[in-house]
């Protein structure tokens, strides 16, 4: 079992910036992969970012290259996603997940945790 808590969400102006993060308890953390994917009101839940055990490997959806950053310390048992230039089209609930591979599908993703808001004012 992995337990994981998000924190960092909240309501920020468009240009801004945020750092989520993801603490994880439970299994042992530096074995497991992790993302971050992110909902909006009617939509699907989307894949955001991801990372592999050791961080040596990342991976984003397009709309997010270049803006977002995914970084993880095992030491700290917590994976964080750095978010600048933040736009409206961003809000959205943010959930992290735990899973064997770094992969872009939320069903590849064995646990969750219950997620953080992220509110971008334009």
């Known amino acids: 079992q992995v337990q994981l808590v998000e924190s960092g969400g909240g309501l920020v102006q468009a240009g801004g910036s945020l750092r989520l993060s993801c603490a994880a308890s439970?299994?042992?953390?530096?074995?497991?992969?992790m993302g971050w994917f992110r909902q909006a009101p009617g939509k699907e839940r989307g894949f955001v970012a991801a990372i592999n055990w050791n961080g040596g490997s990342t991976y984003y959806a397009d709309s997010v290259k270049g803006r977002f950053t995914i970084s993880r310390d095992n030491a700290k048992n917590t994976v964080y996603l750095q978010m600048n230039s933040l736009k409206p089209e961003d809000t959205a609930v943010y959930y992290c997940a735990a899973g064997w591979f770094a992969n872009t599908s939320p069903r590849d993703y064995a646990y969750w945790g219950q997620g953080t808001q992220v509110t971008v004012s334009s």
């Open positions: 439970g299994r042992t953390f530096s074995s497991i992969a």
